[in-house]
Protein backbone atom coordinates (compact mmCIF):
# COMPACT_ATOMS: atom_id res chain seq x y z
CA UNK A 1 0.00 0.00 0.00
CA UNK A 2 1.34 3.16 -0.47
CA UNK A 3 2.25 5.96 2.47
CA UNK A 4 1.63 9.28 2.58
CA UNK A 5 4.86 11.46 2.67
CA UNK A 6 4.01 15.04 3.81
CA UNK A 7 6.18 17.94 5.14
CA UNK A 8 5.31 20.75 7.38
CA UNK A 9 6.42 23.96 9.46
CA UNK A 10 4.62 26.58 11.30
CA UNK A 11 2.16 26.61 14.36
CA UNK A 12 2.66 23.56 16.86
CA UNK A 13 -0.57 22.35 18.69
CA UNK A 14 0.09 21.66 22.61
CA UNK A 15 2.61 19.22 23.88
CA UNK A 16 2.61 15.30 23.74
CA UNK A 17 0.02 14.89 26.53
CA UNK A 18 -2.61 17.23 25.44
CA UNK A 19 -3.21 15.14 21.86
CA UNK A 20 -1.90 12.03 22.60
CA UNK A 21 -4.57 10.96 24.71
CA UNK A 22 -7.27 13.79 24.91
CA UNK A 23 -8.86 12.21 27.62
CA UNK A 24 -6.08 11.57 29.64
CA UNK A 25 -6.46 7.53 30.23
CA UNK A 26 -2.73 6.64 30.00
CA UNK A 27 -0.82 9.51 31.30
CA UNK A 28 -2.96 9.75 33.65
CA UNK A 29 -1.99 6.66 35.16
CA UNK A 30 1.62 7.26 34.94
CA UNK A 31 0.71 10.62 36.70
CA UNK A 32 -0.97 9.10 39.98
CA UNK A 33 2.26 6.87 40.71
CA UNK A 34 4.96 8.16 42.63
CA UNK A 35 7.35 8.98 39.48
CA UNK A 36 4.19 10.11 37.89
CA UNK A 37 5.07 13.76 37.77
CA UNK A 38 8.69 13.71 36.94
CA UNK A 39 7.62 11.59 33.81
CA UNK A 40 4.64 13.43 32.94
CA UNK A 41 7.41 16.17 32.84
CA UNK A 42 10.06 14.42 30.84
CA UNK A 43 7.13 13.76 28.41
CA UNK A 44 6.28 17.29 27.96
CA UNK A 45 9.90 18.13 27.38
CA UNK A 46 10.42 15.20 24.62
CA UNK A 47 7.52 16.31 22.75
CA UNK A 48 8.87 19.93 22.63
CA UNK A 49 12.41 18.55 21.89
CA UNK A 50 10.32 16.29 19.04
CA UNK A 51 8.91 19.15 17.13
CA UNK A 52 5.54 19.34 19.45
CA UNK A 53 2.88 18.40 16.26
CA UNK A 54 3.31 21.41 13.75
CA UNK A 55 0.10 22.16 12.65
CA UNK A 56 0.84 23.34 8.91
CA UNK A 57 1.15 21.46 5.92
CA UNK A 58 3.20 22.81 3.31
CA UNK A 59 2.70 19.70 0.58
CA UNK A 60 1.53 16.15 0.08
CA UNK A 61 2.02 13.66 -2.25
CA UNK A 62 0.80 10.24 -3.33
CA UNK A 63 -2.38 10.82 -2.09
CA UNK A 64 -4.29 7.68 -1.28
CA UNK A 65 -7.76 6.23 -3.00
CA UNK A 66 -9.77 3.98 -2.00
CA UNK A 67 -8.77 3.91 1.46
CA UNK A 68 -9.67 2.03 4.14
CA UNK A 69 -9.72 2.23 7.87
CA UNK A 70 -6.73 -0.56 7.71
CA UNK A 71 -5.09 1.31 5.18
CA UNK A 72 -1.58 1.86 6.58
CA UNK A 73 -0.06 5.51 6.33
CA UNK A 74 3.16 5.11 7.96
CA UNK A 75 5.29 2.11 9.66
CA UNK A 76 7.22 2.74 12.84
CA UNK A 77 9.64 -0.51 12.52
CA UNK A 78 7.27 -3.45 12.15
CA UNK A 79 4.69 -1.94 13.74
CA UNK A 80 1.88 0.15 11.44
CA UNK A 81 -0.05 2.87 11.45
CA UNK A 82 -3.12 3.33 9.82
CA UNK A 83 -5.92 5.38 8.37
CA UNK A 84 -8.15 4.01 11.37
CA UNK A 85 -5.97 4.78 13.73
CA UNK A 86 -5.89 8.49 12.67
CA UNK A 87 -9.25 9.01 12.64
CA UNK A 88 -10.08 8.03 15.74
CA UNK A 89 -7.24 10.19 17.23
CA UNK A 90 -9.19 13.13 15.21
CA UNK A 91 -12.67 12.57 16.38
CA UNK A 92 -10.91 12.53 19.93
CA UNK A 93 -9.73 15.77 19.96
CA UNK A 94 -10.75 18.96 21.90
CA UNK A 95 -13.56 21.23 20.48
CA UNK A 96 -10.70 23.94 20.38
CA UNK A 97 -9.46 22.24 17.57
CA UNK A 98 -12.97 22.01 15.87
CA UNK A 99 -12.44 24.68 13.48
CA UNK A 100 -9.06 23.66 12.62
CA UNK A 101 -9.42 21.16 8.71
CA UNK A 102 -8.13 17.70 8.32
CA UNK A 103 -5.72 18.77 6.07
CA UNK A 104 -4.26 20.87 8.59
CA UNK A 105 -4.64 18.09 11.16
CA UNK A 106 -3.05 15.15 9.18
CA UNK A 107 0.53 15.65 9.75
CA UNK A 108 0.46 16.83 13.55
CA UNK A 109 -1.85 13.71 14.09
CA UNK A 110 0.73 11.54 12.16
CA UNK A 111 3.53 12.89 13.76
CA UNK A 112 1.89 12.28 17.10
CA UNK A 113 1.27 8.76 16.60
CA UNK A 114 4.72 7.97 15.35
CA UNK A 115 6.42 9.88 18.35
CA UNK A 116 3.97 7.25 20.23
CA UNK A 117 4.79 4.66 18.87
CA UNK A 118 8.70 5.29 18.72
CA UNK A 119 8.49 5.69 22.64
CA UNK A 120 6.28 2.88 23.09
CA UNK A 121 8.58 0.67 21.22
CA UNK A 122 11.47 1.41 23.76
CA UNK A 123 9.62 0.00 26.66
CA UNK A 124 11.11 -2.87 27.30
CA UNK A 125 9.43 -3.92 30.66
CA UNK A 126 5.37 -3.09 30.66
CA UNK A 127 4.67 -2.09 33.73
CA UNK A 128 1.08 -3.86 35.05
CA UNK A 129 -0.94 -0.47 35.45
CA UNK A 130 -0.37 -0.20 31.35
CA UNK A 131 -2.21 -3.44 30.93
CA UNK A 132 -4.97 -2.83 33.74
CA UNK A 133 -5.70 0.57 31.83
CA UNK A 134 -5.43 -0.96 28.63
CA UNK A 135 -8.49 -3.36 30.05
CA UNK A 136 -10.85 -1.03 31.76
CA UNK A 137 -10.45 1.18 28.23
CA UNK A 138 -11.62 -1.90 25.95
CA UNK A 139 -14.45 -2.51 28.96
CA UNK A 140 -15.71 1.11 28.63
CA UNK A 141 -15.48 1.32 24.60
CA UNK A 142 -17.59 -1.85 24.44
CA UNK A 143 -20.03 -0.89 27.18
CA UNK A 144 -19.98 2.20 24.99
CA UNK A 145 -20.76 0.86 22.13
CA UNK A 146 -23.92 -1.09 23.54
CA UNK A 147 -25.01 1.93 25.25
CA UNK A 148 -25.28 4.03 22.06
CA UNK A 149 -27.37 0.63 20.18
CA UNK A 150 -29.78 1.55 23.10
CA UNK A 151 -30.12 4.89 22.82
CA UNK A 152 -30.40 4.70 19.15
CA UNK A 153 -32.83 2.18 19.42
CA UNK A 154 -34.98 3.75 22.08
CA UNK A 155 -34.73 7.61 21.58
CA UNK A 156 -36.55 7.64 17.93
CA UNK A 157 -38.72 10.57 16.72
CA UNK A 158 -41.98 8.47 17.58
CA UNK A 159 -40.79 7.49 21.08
CA UNK A 160 -39.85 10.98 21.92
CA UNK A 161 -43.30 11.86 20.49
CA UNK A 162 -45.17 9.36 22.16
CA UNK A 163 -43.24 10.73 25.90
CA UNK A 164 -44.56 14.53 24.69
CA UNK A 165 -48.21 13.15 24.59
CA UNK A 166 -48.35 11.03 27.59
CA UNK A 167 -46.76 14.02 30.04
CA UNK A 168 -48.72 17.15 28.21
CA UNK A 169 -51.50 15.83 26.32
CA UNK A 170 -53.90 16.41 29.60
CA UNK A 171 -51.65 19.73 30.60
CA UNK A 172 -53.49 23.00 30.74
CA UNK A 173 -51.90 26.46 30.51
CA UNK A 174 -51.87 27.01 34.25
CA UNK A 175 -51.24 30.42 36.36
CA UNK A 176 -47.81 31.49 38.02
CA UNK A 177 -47.97 33.80 40.91
CA UNK A 178 -45.05 36.28 41.55
CA UNK A 179 -45.01 37.14 45.22
CA UNK A 180 -43.52 38.70 48.26
CA UNK A 181 -43.91 38.32 51.50
CA UNK A 182 -42.56 38.98 55.71
CA UNK A 183 -42.37 36.36 58.72
CA UNK A 184 -42.58 37.06 62.10
CA UNK A 185 -43.36 34.53 65.11
CA UNK A 186 -46.62 36.33 66.41
CA UNK A 187 -49.95 36.99 64.83
CA UNK A 188 -49.40 40.82 67.09
CA UNK A 189 -46.38 41.13 64.70
CA UNK A 190 -47.55 40.33 61.76
CA UNK A 191 -50.79 42.65 62.64
CA UNK A 192 -48.32 45.70 63.26
CA UNK A 193 -46.26 44.82 59.58
CA UNK A 194 -49.30 44.98 58.05
CA UNK A 195 -50.36 48.29 59.29
CA UNK A 196 -47.23 50.05 58.56
CA UNK A 197 -47.87 49.13 55.29
CA UNK A 198 -51.35 50.30 54.93
CA UNK A 199 -50.46 53.53 56.09
CA UNK A 200 -47.77 54.03 53.31
CA UNK A 201 -44.87 52.36 53.77
CA UNK A 202 -43.53 50.14 51.51
CA UNK A 203 -43.92 46.80 51.66
CA UNK A 204 -40.03 46.21 50.87
CA UNK A 205 -38.91 48.03 53.37
CA UNK A 206 -41.31 46.31 56.04
CA UNK A 207 -40.03 43.29 55.58
CA UNK A 208 -36.39 44.06 55.39
CA UNK A 209 -37.08 45.56 58.79
CA UNK A 210 -38.90 42.95 60.28
CA UNK A 211 -39.03 39.67 58.27
CA UNK A 212 -36.90 36.73 60.13
CA UNK A 213 -37.13 34.55 56.75
CA UNK A 214 -34.56 34.10 53.96
CA UNK A 215 -36.03 36.47 51.84
CA UNK A 216 -35.98 39.24 54.03
CA UNK A 217 -33.25 40.99 53.08
CA UNK A 218 -34.06 41.37 49.31
CA UNK A 219 -37.66 43.27 50.60
CA UNK A 220 -39.13 39.56 50.86
CA UNK A 221 -39.56 39.13 47.00
CA UNK A 222 -40.24 35.02 46.24
CA UNK A 223 -40.15 34.94 42.64
CA UNK A 224 -42.26 33.21 40.17
CA UNK A 225 -44.17 29.96 41.29
CA UNK A 226 -46.84 28.00 40.50
CA UNK A 227 -49.84 25.41 42.43
CA UNK A 228 -48.69 23.13 44.57
CA UNK A 229 -44.93 24.89 44.97
CA UNK A 230 -45.66 26.64 48.40
CA UNK A 231 -47.80 25.11 51.65
CA UNK A 232 -51.27 25.25 51.36
CA UNK A 233 -52.24 28.00 53.31
CA UNK A 234 -49.35 30.11 52.28
CA UNK A 235 -50.67 29.21 48.22
CA UNK A 236 -54.45 29.77 49.01
CA UNK A 237 -53.77 32.68 50.36
CA UNK A 238 -51.88 33.82 47.71
CA UNK A 239 -53.68 32.44 44.66
CA UNK A 240 -56.82 34.50 46.57
CA UNK A 241 -55.19 38.36 46.00
CA UNK A 242 -55.37 40.57 43.20
CA UNK A 243 -51.83 41.97 41.86
CA UNK A 244 -50.95 45.08 44.51
CA UNK A 245 -53.01 43.60 47.44
CA UNK A 246 -51.56 42.89 50.86
CA UNK A 247 -53.00 39.85 52.73
CA UNK A 248 -54.34 39.46 56.42
CA UNK A 249 -52.00 37.48 58.64
CA UNK A 250 -51.39 34.07 57.10
CA UNK A 251 -50.08 30.58 59.99
CA UNK A 252 -48.36 28.47 58.31
CA UNK A 253 -45.39 26.06 60.00
CA UNK A 254 -42.79 28.68 59.78
CA UNK A 255 -44.56 31.51 61.32
CA UNK A 256 -46.81 34.34 60.59
CA UNK A 257 -47.00 35.65 57.07
CA UNK A 258 -48.31 38.72 54.86
CA UNK A 259 -48.06 38.55 51.62
CA UNK A 260 -48.39 40.92 48.51
CA UNK A 261 -49.24 39.65 45.30
CA UNK A 262 -46.89 41.19 41.87
CA UNK A 263 -47.84 39.85 39.17
CA UNK A 264 -49.39 37.06 37.37
CA UNK A 265 -48.38 35.43 33.99
CA UNK A 266 -49.81 32.20 32.35
CA UNK A 267 -47.83 29.02 31.86
CA UNK A 268 -48.23 27.74 28.20
CA UNK A 269 -48.05 24.29 27.91
CA UNK A 270 -44.25 23.69 26.36
CA UNK A 271 -43.96 22.76 22.97
CA UNK A 272 -41.82 19.69 22.08
CA UNK A 273 -38.72 21.26 20.96
CA UNK A 274 -38.41 22.88 24.30
CA UNK A 275 -39.02 19.79 26.18
CA UNK A 276 -36.91 17.27 23.19
CA UNK A 277 -33.98 17.25 25.24
CA UNK A 278 -35.11 16.25 28.93
CA UNK A 279 -37.23 13.51 26.87
CA UNK A 280 -34.70 12.69 25.28
CA UNK A 281 -32.82 11.71 28.39
CA UNK A 282 -35.40 10.55 30.49
CA UNK A 283 -35.93 7.84 27.74
CA UNK A 284 -32.43 7.00 26.70
CA UNK A 285 -32.11 6.11 31.25
CA UNK A 286 -34.93 4.01 31.07
CA UNK A 287 -33.99 2.08 28.35
CA UNK A 288 -30.39 1.53 29.56
CA UNK A 289 -31.40 0.80 32.99
CA UNK A 290 -34.18 -1.59 31.80
CA UNK A 291 -31.55 -3.78 28.95
CA UNK A 292 -28.72 -3.33 32.14
CA UNK A 293 -31.84 -4.84 34.30
CA UNK A 294 -32.38 -7.50 31.96
CA UNK A 295 -28.57 -8.30 31.14
CA UNK A 296 -28.14 -8.22 35.05
CA UNK A 297 -30.67 -10.74 35.70
CA UNK A 298 -28.84 -13.39 33.01
CA UNK A 299 -25.31 -13.11 34.58
CA UNK A 300 -24.07 -14.40 37.76
CA UNK A 301 -22.57 -11.46 39.34
CA UNK A 302 -20.48 -12.31 42.60
CA UNK A 303 -19.39 -9.35 44.50
CA UNK A 304 -17.31 -9.69 47.88
CA UNK A 305 -18.86 -10.07 51.08
CA UNK A 306 -18.77 -6.62 53.22
CA UNK A 307 -16.05 -6.12 55.01
CA UNK A 308 -13.88 -8.68 52.74
CA UNK A 309 -11.55 -6.25 51.08
CA UNK A 310 -10.09 -3.25 53.31
CA UNK A 311 -11.57 -0.02 50.95
CA UNK A 312 -7.77 1.95 51.47
CA UNK A 313 -6.24 -0.77 48.92
CA UNK A 314 -7.46 1.82 46.34
CA UNK A 315 -4.99 3.70 47.16
CA UNK A 316 -1.80 1.48 47.20
CA UNK A 317 -0.24 2.06 44.18
CA UNK A 318 3.04 -0.16 44.60
CA UNK A 319 0.16 -2.92 43.78
CA UNK A 320 0.88 -1.84 39.95
CA UNK A 321 4.13 -2.22 39.86
Known sequence: ???VRATYKGLSLPPLRRILDVRGRLYTVNAVTRRGASRDRLMLKHATYLGALALSLAATTGVAQDATADTVIATVGDTEITLGQMIITRAQLPQQYAQLGDDVLFAGILD????????ADALTDVPGRVDYAV???????????????????ATTDEAIQAAYEA??????????YNASHLLVETEEEALAAK????????????????STGPTGPNGGNLGWFGAGQMVPAFED???ALSVGEVSDPVKTQFGWHVVTLLETRNKDIP?????????FGEIQEAAIQARLTELSDAVTVVRPEAGQFDPNLLSNLDLLD
Open 135 to 153: QNERRSLMAGEVINDITNG
Open 167 to 176: RFAAEKPTTE
Open 1 to 3: MGH
Open 271 to 279: TLEAVRQEL
Open 195 to 210: ARITEGEEFADVARNV
Open 237 to 239: ATM
Open 112 to 119: QLIQQQIL
